[in-house]
């Protein structure tokens, strides 16, 4: 089958670095999303990976490791408003998006 | 703006009584999607055009119907509501499907079955 493992739940502290872990089986692999989602809205595009290595976007970078199943998203600079869930998808060999169940991330103050 | 709308935003109906939720979208995207999204848990894709193609998921319950029109509108028909069938249900676009096809999502219907 196929599968994508997220931690459930984790918490930070606002002006601090955190990374949310991704974990992936599934039946080939054709690039991976990371969204934003704030409770009650739709999820936004964050980034997305096809090549190993890291993109950097602002706060947000993404990483990837293919040999691994692996990916992390990396948030810097934490502020409250990045409180929300954050979804990885990864786009299998029939260019299907399959969806983690999302990290919600929890920022104090 | 370009952008993908959602109507209504929230849904309240009676257990057994049909509710069409639909979506429109301006980005002239060929592919459009419904999600159904619990709470805490991944969006679970229901059905997604490609043009006029249809394709259904293979555990999609036959309760769950959709039609497009044309480009810019999808229609999501649940025919007989379950209490089980409530939840958020995304309406999504990309323009085409592939290595990089990003997913622009609507605001979500929030459906609530009495």
């Known amino acids: 089958g196929q599968n994508i493992d997220q931690p459930t739940e984790m918490t930070a502290t606002e002006g601090a670095i955190v990374q949310i872990n991704c974990t992936y089986q599934t039946s080939g692999f054709n690039g991976l999303f990371w969204y934003q989602q704030h409770a009650g809205e739709a999820p936004t595009f964050l980034s997305y990976n096809v090549l190993d290595g890291l993109e950097e976007k602002g706060r947000f970078s993404s990483f990837l490791s293919r040999s691994k199943g692996y990916s992390y998203l990396l948030l810097k600079e934490l502020q409250m408003k990045d409180s929300a869930s954050y979804l990885c998808a990864v786009v299998d060999s029939n260019y299907q998006l399959i969806w983690g169940a999302g990290t919600k991330l929890i920022i104090k103050p | 703006d370009a952008m993908v709308i959602q109507n209504p935003r929230y849904q309240v109906t009676q257990f057994g009584k049909p509710v069409t939720l639909s979506c429109s979208q301006t980005?002239?995207?060929?592919?459009m999607y419904w999600y159904q999204q619990k709470s805490s848990q991944a969006p679970k894709l229901l059905f997604h055009?490609?043009?006029?193609?249809?394709?259904n998921e293979a555990d999609t319950p036959d309760n769950f119907q959709s039609r497009r029109p044309n480009t810019s509108f999808c229609f999501l028909d649940i025919r007989s509501p379950g209490l089980g069938d409530a939840a958020m249900y995304l309406c999504a676009t990309s323009r085409g499907q592939g290595t990089y096809n990003e997913q622009f999502f609507g605001p979500g219907t929030r459906l609530t079955v009495l």
């Open positions: 055009y490609y043009d006029k193609d249809f394709n």
């Open positions: 980005l002239n995207h060929n592919v």
